[in-house]
Nanobody, 121 residues
């Protein structure tokens, strides 16, 4: 499956942004989808994940209550709605596809190219 992330940009603290990740190739609905983020010099960290049917979601503690992951299996797209953004949310955000709803990035098999989110204070 090929993944294309989009929607990043520059926003001020407290504002919102929605990321999208469009999938093509193998059946999108077969995959658990996740969002990760990475800053320079740091490892890629888990942000959120959603099950195949969207019945189960998981979030990092740092974004719980502010970010919402969702998916549209008809549109082959997964979203990350980010509200009340903070400067520490600044990172390159990656979408990923895998078989298991886990936080371990090594368990995801396919990755998008990343989209940069910058939050100014």
């Amino acid at each position: 499956v090929q993944l294309q992330a989009s929607g990043g940009g520059l926003v001020q603290a407290g504002e919102s942004l929605r990321l999208s990740c469009a999938a093509s190739g193998h059946s999108f609905s077969n995959y658990v989808m996740g969002w990760f983020r990475q800053t320079l010099g740091n490892e890629r960290e888990f942000v959120a994940a959603i099950s195949r049917s969207a019945g189960t979601t998981s979030y990092a503690d740092s974004v719980k209550g502010r970010f919402t992951i969702s998916r549209d299996n008809n549109q082959n797209t997964v979203y990350l709605q980010m509200n009340r953004l903070k400067p520490e949310d600044t990172a390159v955000y990656y979408c990923a596809a895998g078989w298991f709803l886990v936080v371990d990035r090594t368990r995801y098999d396919y990755w998008g190219q990343g989209t940069l989110v910058t939050v100014s204070s």
